[in-house]
């Protein structure tokens, strides 16, 4: 009964875990979506829907931005839109811009180095189909 | 409830709990988010409702600011009393910061401690030390009432105060720097709830 429930535990975890990974990358995504210019929130939060699978609640992007700019990553300002009230851009800061290469570079090691190590299981999952 | 009178409702709910910070500050989130609830109604034409609920609630968002803000303060502060307030609260979300908690309280007893002890030597010299009894075992120290027997001996005397106050101070600051980057660290994975 016990090692049923181990089991079934274990079997959810990947999800946890996958949801955990993306939430993890949040940050860097936010940072990545401003690299070709400025944008205000809600552009940011379908530019991360549309550009990756990182799907997150609405109000979870714009404390991440606040701490973003807090940290000087971001800087902002208020434009005035025809959509009748004013939004707010954000942009990289130099140091923002600094900090998502090396974050990229990292990044890109990384999963280099992940997916030579996952090639022999994806392989074996292809031909068990 | 009129679509006006939602979004009024949601956005005194926010101001109301984003409290702490600034006004500047305050003013500039509800601006912000009030231009969210409006553009996202707007562009995927769902009602205010859909939208407000998506965002979660006013509480909820509040806290995340507030977190946000409590730990970026606590990570740049010396003082005991606002980095126990900052890991009390880290405490509450799972079981690295308990753990960030109970070596804040642990470490400003000790330190704390000895440093209060290093100032009451000069008033209460036979019973402030450290003792050790006749076979050379370690036996008491800090503050004693009444001092221990005859049997004891009291080895550091006055140098019970250059030695407390060095150790208690480098304890305080060890606790410090520990809680500080604990914070830190834990701000990284703030991104993640």
């Given at each position: 009964?016990?090692?049923?429930r181990?089991?079934?535990a274990?079997?959810?975890?990947?999800?946890?875990?996958?949801?955990?990974?993306?939430?993890?990358?949040?940050?860097?995504?936010a940072?990545?979506?401003?690299?070709?210019?400025?944008?205000y929130?809600l552009?940011?939060?379908?530019?991360?829907?549309?550009?990756?699978?990182?799907?997150?609640?609405?109000?979870?992007?714009?404390?991440?931005?606040?701490?973003?700019?807090?940290?000087?990553?971001?800087?902002?300002?208020w434009?005035?839109?025809?959509?009748?009230?004013?939004?707010?851009?954000y942009?990289?800061?130099?140091t923002?811009?600094?900090?998502?290469?090396?974050?990229?570079?990292?990044?890109?090691?990384?999963?280099?180095?992940?997916?030579?190590?996952?090639?022999?299981?994806?392989?074996?999952?292809?031909?068990?189909? | 409830?009129?679509?006006?009178?939602?979004?009024?409702?949601?956005?005194?709910?926010?101001?109301?709990?984003?409290?702490?910070?600034?006004?500047?500050e305050?003013?500039?989130?509800?601006?912000?988010i009030?231009?969210h609830?409006?553009?996202?109604?707007?562009?995927?034409?769902?009602?205010?409702?859909?939208?407000?609920?998506r965002?979660?609630?006013?509480?909820?968002l509040?806290?995340?600011?507030?977190?946000?803000l409590?730990?970026?303060?606590?990570?740049?502060?010396?003082?005991?009393?606002?980095?126990?307030?900052?890991?009390?609260?880290?405490?509450t979300?799972?079981?690295?910061?308990?753990?960030?908690?109970?070596?804040?309280?642990?470490?400003?007893?000790?330190?704390?401690?000895?440093?209060?002890?290093?100032?009451?030597?000069?008033?209460?010299?036979?019973?402030?030390?450290?003792?050790?009894?006749?076979?050379?075992?370690?036996?008491?120290?800090?503050v004693?009432?009444?001092?221990?027997?005859?049997q004891?001996?009291?080895?550091?005397?006055?140098w019970?105060?250059?030695?407390?106050?060095?150790?208690?101070?480098?304890?305080?600051?060890?606790?410090?720097?520990?809680?500080?980057?604990?914070?830190?660290?834990?701000?990284?994975?703030?991104?993640?709830?």
């Amino acid at each position: 009964m016990a090692k049923t429930r181990a089991i079934a535990a274990e079997a959810d975890q990947p999800d946890r875990w996958e949801a955990q990974l993306r939430k993890g990358a949040v940050e860097m995504a936010a940072l990545a979506s401003l690299w070709r210019g400025r944008l205000y929130g809600l552009e940011i939060i379908r530019f991360l829907e549309n550009h990756s699978r990182l799907a997150l609640a609405e109000g979870t992007i714009y404390p991440i931005l606040n701490r973003l700019k807090a940290e000087g990553l971001l800087t902002s300002e208020w434009v005035e839109a025809e959509a009748g009230h004013p939004r707010k851009y954000y942009s990289l800061t130099e140091t923002g811009r600094l900090r998502l290469r090396v974050m990229a570079e990292a990044w890109a090691s990384f999963s280099r180095g992940l997916t030579e190590l996952l090639q022999p299981v994806l392989e074996e999952q292809e031909t068990m189909l | 409830m009129t679509t006006e009178t939602q979004i009024d409702s949601y956005l005194t709910a926010l101001r109301l709990h984003l409290g702490p910070l600034t006004i500047a500050e305050r003013e500039e989130i509800v601006k912000e988010i009030a231009a969210h609830v409006r553009d996202s109604a707007e562009e995927s034409g769902a009602s205010v409702e859909t939208v407000l609920a998506r965002l979660g609630s006013a509480e909820a968002l509040a806290a995340q600011y507030r977190d946000g803000l409590l730990i970026r303060q606590a990570s740049r502060s010396i003082s005991p009393l606002v980095l126990l307030r900052a890991s009390l609260r880290l405490a509450t979300k799972g079981v690295f910061g308990v753990l960030v908690f109970f070596v804040a309280i642990f470490g400003y007893a000790i330190g704390g401690g000895l440093v209060l002890t290093a100032l009451v030597k000069p008033i209460l010299p036979a019973n402030t030390g450290v003792w050790f009894d006749g076979q050379g075992h370690f036996m008491s120290s800090g503050v004693l009432f009444p001092p221990p027997g005859s049997q004891a001996h009291e080895v550091l005397g006055f140098w019970y105060i250059p030695l407390a106050l060095i150790v208690g101070s480098l304890t305080l600051l060890a606790t410090t720097w520990a809680i500080r980057t604990s914070l830190r660290v834990s701000q990284r994975w703030q991104s993640r709830l």
